[in-house]
């Protein structure tokens, strides 16, 4: 039986708003049971019905079209010059302007296109709503957000044979471009169809680098030039200094010459705040830092060996493996060795001896990563073996705040440019560490598994919000971290200079406590030395006094006469010819040596 119920509207209602209103039920029809239908049914008894707790979903895959994207660059040339006029010429140029300014069809074109670019530049100045104001101030609130990080991209090394991601450079100018240093390692093992490129990436595209830099020898370190962004200087693994201008091609504007550059691989470079903004210096495990003018590399414009006798002797030398240079401190710079000691050097010093200030000592290998925090320059990180350390300036002796042991060796770490109280570490089983010691210094605030293979490289954004990691198999990776993370906190300089005056106290305190009991273990056991002397003297008898007088006395005299023949024999001359003592000489002596000793006995007595 079919049901129909026909809704009908006028004509002139149609299109009108619909006012819905509450109203009670209406029952529009009523079907009264039929029993004889029973008849048509079998009753199922048991009756057997499957359930299924879970949800059903269905599974199926979908493999997307990667999208290639490529950057292209447009030629701008001014035109619309008649045929016959030289743009060039000055004179020319002016008349046939003046000329066409008079013209009235030129104006009316004018007026209206006036108005059209008056239009737009209005929308171009319209407020944007979502436009934070609040940029500059250093105090935010403190988010309950729980520490994270999570990958943005991917970028691989496109070589077959893949090589280490050694050392990362954020572009200056937005931060949308990171140049990544390719180089092995393991030097003895590296292949011979090894390839010897580095590229330049932009983030936002992982398919293809944007730029290849295209080295005579595998670079180990790479370094953009903050002021220039179109200058980037690297150091080679044969201890040449190379740089590139982006604008001329992949291939290096010049190079530093072979008998005048390092001759162990370049770990650091640095640029230097300078007028020209071409000086940098470089750091290898040669045992040298050199200064160069990428204007004119045939020979560097200084030179520091980091010997610690001071001398200048190359072959005593610590070998440099990282550099450290604030700008605030333009005359100060320090270098971690692979040695373990950091060297504190001063380049306005008039000697090479008086370049060298102090060392500090507290690793037990290589310092594979030495910066000064951006907020408290007296304060600097270093990384090396299992644990990372912060150190001050005024204490030498040990740091004042250390990490704990790990059980991965720490491969580099860099502070947040944002949070004073924030670093960062990587570690050889792919580990990356976020350390907030303001949260807590025993372990880690977050700690994220990056990649399977061994982490050797990281780099921070400027605002703090991004980070990059360079790994053993050429694989970098692009990280967003939590806001909590690189916004500052409240009160949070102040708290983080309290807590490092505090451990530097500390230190200090400990120091003068260490030093005042080696002082005193020293005078006691000088004393005590002293006493078992005297004991021992007093105990001897006066026949052992006579004859240990004696022979102290004959031991003297043939010393005296083998030195004078020796002296005799190597000056060609003829030997001397030593008397023996007579009798009476041996009386008078003997009678001297009885009257001695007979002075030290009533002593004794």
């Not at 000064?372 to 007296?378: A, S």
């Not at 198999?473 to 807590?499: C, D, F």
């Amino acid at each position: 039986m079919e049901i129909v119920y026909v809704y009908t509207k006028k004509r002139s209602e149609f299109g009108r708003q619909c006012n819905f209103s509450d109203r009670p039920a209406e029952l529009h029809v009523d079907i009264l049971p039929d029993h004889s239908l029973a008849a048509n049914f079998t009753v199922r008894d048991p009756c057997n019905v499957t359930m299924q707790c879970a949800e059903e979903m269905s599974e199926h895959e979908v493999n997307t079209v990667r999208f290639e994207s490529e950057s292209r660059g447009i030629n701008h040339v001014e035109g619309g010059w008649p045929k016959d006029l030289n743009p060039e010429d000055m004179e020319a140029t002016i008349r046939y302007r003046k000329k066409v300014e008079k013209d009235e069809h030129y104006q009316n074109t004018i007026l209206q296109i006036a108005g059209l670019m008056e239009h737009c530049s209005k929308q171009n100045n319209a407020t944007d709503i979502y436009q934070d104001f609040f940029d500059d101030e250093e105090e935010a609130e403190e988010s309950e957000e729980e520490p994270s990080a999570k990958t943005i991209n991917v970028f691989r090394d496109p070589n077959e044979v893949k090589r280490t991601a050694t050392s990362l450079s954020w572009h200056p100018d937005g931060n949308h471009k990171l140049a990544v240093a390719y180089s092995s390692l393991e030097f003895q093992k590296a292949p011979n169809d090894m390839s010897f490129d580095s590229y330049i990436w932009d983030i936002e595209n992982h398919n293809k680098p944007e730029m290849t830099l295209k080295p005579v020898c595998p670079l180990v370190c790479l370094e953009y030039n903050p002021k220039d962004s179109h200058i980037l200087v690297g150091g080679s693994y044969n201890g040449q200094i190379a740089y590139w201008d982006t604008r001329k091609g992949s291939q290096p504007v010049e190079m530093s010459t072979i008998e005048h550059s390092h001759r162990d691989p370049v770990y650091k470079v640095i640029w230097l705040q300078s007028k020209t903004g071409m000086d940098i210096f470089s750091a290898s495990t040669d045992g040298q830092v050199l200064w160069w003018d990428i204007r004119k590399m045939s020979e560097p414009t200084e030179r520091l060996v980091l010997d610690p006798s001071k001398k200048g002797n190359l072959d005593n030398a610590l070998g440099a493996i990282s550099l450290e240079f604030e700008t605030t401190m333009p005359t100060k710079f320090m270098v971690g060795t692979e040695q373990g000691p950091v060297v504190s050097c001063n380049r306005k010093a008039k000697t090479p001896a008086e370049k060298i200030v102090c060392t500090y000592s507290g690793h037990h290998g290589p310092i594979y990563a030495l910066q000064r925090n951006p907020f408290f320059p007296k304060n600097f990180l270093t990384v090396a073996d299992w644990t990372a350390r912060i150190w001050s300036e005024d204490i030498k002796e040990s740091s004042i705040m250390w990490t704990k042991y790990h059980t991965a060796h720490l491969l580099d770490g860099c502070w947040s440019p944002v949070r004073p109280a924030v670093f960062f570490t990587v570690k050889t089983d792919g580990t990356l560490d976020v350390w907030d010691i303001l949260f807590k210094q025993n372990d880690p605030t977050l700690s994220l598994k990056v990649c399977d293979e061994a982490l050797y490289s990281v780099r921070v954004q400027d605002n703090g919000r991004f980070l990059s990691c360079g790994s053993q198999l050429g694989t970098t990776t692009l990280l967003e971290i939590s806001s909590g993370l690189y916004r500052l906190q409240k009160n949070e300089k102040a708290l983080v200079s309290e807590m490092f005056e505090r451990e530097t106290k500390r230190e200090k305190i400990l120091e003068a406590r260490h030093r005042e009991m080696r002082l005193k273990e020293r005078s006691r056991s000088e004393q005590s030395r002293e006493d078992e002397a005297k004991e021992a003297y007093g105990e001897e008898s006066i026949e052992e006094l006579v004859t240990r007088a004696e022979r102290d006395f004959f031991d003297m005299l043939k010393a005296e006469m083998e030195k004078e023949r020796n002296e005799e024999k190597e000056r060609d001359k003829v030997a001397l010819r030593i008397r023996p003592l007579s009798d009476a000489e041996l009386e008078e002596g003997a009678t001297i040596i009885a009257h001695k000793v007979d002075e030290q006995v009533r002593g004794v007595r």
